[in-house]
């Protein structure tokens, strides 16, 4: 059990004439006035001189907010040599002074760094203030603290001892670096990917997505004012072919811990699996990929908090988690109200600069994610099996900004219920009420992913038909709630099938996955003579 002392951070409001709305406005205006330069660190030193990459805000797209240094293939061998130099003294730290690091980093988030993260997460992300509060403060600080929580109890599991012996687990870090390669869409998975290993004694190279990039930097300056030693996570931002192969190829190379798309874990297990001769151990891979999120109502669930979640299931953050809720099965009786609602919530939904913090949506990430989504869009128009109900426009005249879209299918294996979009798209598939017990069935079979999924029913024997039948769909699954908004220490995250290794991050279990635990058995009395009792005449 978790020890009750570790809380969970609390959210701030920022709510009209509160202080942290002033202190936040005022951030963002002195970052929005700047451009920074991005280096690669390597054992503490900043490296530039190299190519460099812009970044803009995504909400305008003309707007510079940093240059990131590209690291070469130079750079890459310099940190995996970094990491030989400085993991032996790291892991030989004892957890608590380990700990202390990430303590006085939670601390300092929660502190005098909370609007500096927040900030940097809303001009470089894209994300509202909300988002950004339960993201690049709130999650980031809970990883932190948490994962101090799991490493302390996993120390605690201890094997017995016999009379005139000594056992013992020693929890060591695996021998060699973890390559940790990090999305653009949560600024705390970047974070938490880089430090749960790097808390249980590894060195950690930290490849962050370029769009994340500026986050990312403050995060590890962040860890750098905590009293991170040089070394222990080196940060190389670059192509993630140079960035990858190098570190692939390492015989160094002992983890990846990784969140992003299924296809490119799919080419870095490969890479991995062709050379695992020439490593020193078998690889520790873990990674959380992708989803195709459902929200499945019976007759008997509530029309209101339905279409509630829907809206925020799908529209929340561009629909820019891994978790959205992005295809949805409702019956034939409910729909009526749940579109009404619906329909009429998404009328007065405010999308725009998130410097505007009325606004409920920002903008999608980059030019490919807009032109990805904008691209399904059209199929949708263009089908005979398929209606846009709301949303469809797409402009990114200044930002890429797509408007909220519910497109009701005909066909329920239609290609936006299945592929994943990730985007601000949600697909309603209407079914005979009757249909119940095949639904089921199908929503398990209309997707290879495993993420998350949700449940609409008052009836409790319908939630329970839902619970056995969807046992494998999804990793997270949630009962009259959104299928998205995990909390570190409450809803450890993860799933099967095509979405993951499942080693849900925010628990004990992840940390398992960065030791290479040690037996050890001491004998107080040898023995001194080979023969056994049964021996003797």
Not at 38 to 66: F, Q, S, W, Y
Not at 393 to 398: G, H, I, N
């Amino acid at each position: 059990m978790a020890s009750a002392h570790v809380q969970n951070e609390p959210i701030l409001t920022y709510a009209p004439g509160s202080p942290e709305r002033a202190a936040l406005e005022s951030e963002l205006v002195r970052q929005a006035a700047e451009v920074v330069n991005i280096p690669v660190i390597v054992n503490g030193e900043r490296i530039g001189g190299g190519e460099r990459l812009p970044v803009t805000c995504p909400h305008d797209h003309h707007h510079l907010i940093a240059n990131v240094q590209q690291a070469s293939t130079e750079n890459v061998q310099a940190a995996i040599q970094s990491h030989r130099e400085n993991q032996l003294e790291w892991s030989n730290w004892p957890l608590e002074e380990r700990a202390a690091v990430f303590l006085r980093a939670a601390d300092l988030l929660s502190g005098p760094w909370r609007h500096k993260l927040n900030a940097a997460t809303m001009l470089g992300q894209s994300k509202t203030v909300y988002q950004a509060e339960i993201d690049s403060a709130c999650e980031l600080i809970d990883f932190l603290r948490w994962n101090v929580q799991f490493a302390r109890e996993l120390q605690e599991l201890q094997p017995i001892s016999a009379a005139g012996a000594r056992n013992a687990l020693e929890y060591r870090p695996l021998e060699g670096f973890v390559y940790a390669v990090t999305p653009f869409n949560f600024t705390a998975i970047g974070g938490n990917l880089a430090c749960a290993p790097a808390l249980m004694g590894n060195s950690v190279l930290w490849k962050p997505a370029a769009t994340a990039a500026l986050s990312n930097y403050y995060v590890l300056q962040l860890l750098e004012a905590a009293g991170l030693p040089p070394g222990v996570i080196n940060f190389v931002p670059g192509d993630a072919k140079t960035v990858s192969s190098v570190a692939l190829g390492s015989t160094s190379f002992a983890g990846l811990h990784f969140t992003g798309s299924t296809a490119v874990f799919d080419n870095l297990w490969r890479s991995v699996s062709e050379q695992l001769p020439n490593y020193r151990s078998y690889p520790r891979l873990v990674g959380e990929t992708g989803g195709k999120d459902f929200v499945l109502a019976h007759a008997s669930a509530d029309a209101d908090a339905l279409s509630t979640a829907l809206l925020r299931g799908a529209c929340e953050y561009q629909g820019q988690k891994c978790s959205a809720a992005s295809r949805a099965y409702v019956p034939a009786s409910l729909w009526p109200r749940v579109k009404a609602r619906l329909l009429d919530d998404l009328s007065t939904l405010k999308m725009g600069d998130v410097r505007d913090l009325s606004n409920f949506m920002g903008a999608v990430i980059d030019q490919r994610a807009y032109e990805r989504i904008n691209g399904y869009i059209d199929t949708a128009r263009r089908s005979g099996e398929a209606s846009i109900l709301a949303g469809g426009q797409c402009d990114a005249r200044k930002g890429y900004f797509v408007s909220p879209t519910v497109i009701e299918v005909r066909d329920p294996r239609f290609v936006t219920m299945q592929e994943e979009i990730f985007g601000p798209v949600l697909s309603v598939y209407v079914y005979r009420d009757e249909e119940w017990p095949e639904i089921l069935k199908l929503v398990d079979e209309t997707s290879p992913y495993g993420l998350t999924g949700a449940v609409f029913a008052t009836d409790r024997a319908a939630i329970n038909e839902a619970s056995a039948g969807l046992r494998f769909a999804a990793g997270n699954f949630y009962v009259n709630d959104k299928p998205t908004g995990a909390v570190v220490g409450q809803q450890p995250f993860g799933g099967g099938r095509r979405s993951g290794t499942n080693d849900k991050a925010g628990s004990i279990l992840n940390l398992l996955r960065w030791v290479s635990p040690r037996t050890v058995k001491e004998t107080y009395v040898p023995a001194t003579d080979y023969r056994y009792p049964h021996m003797k005449g």
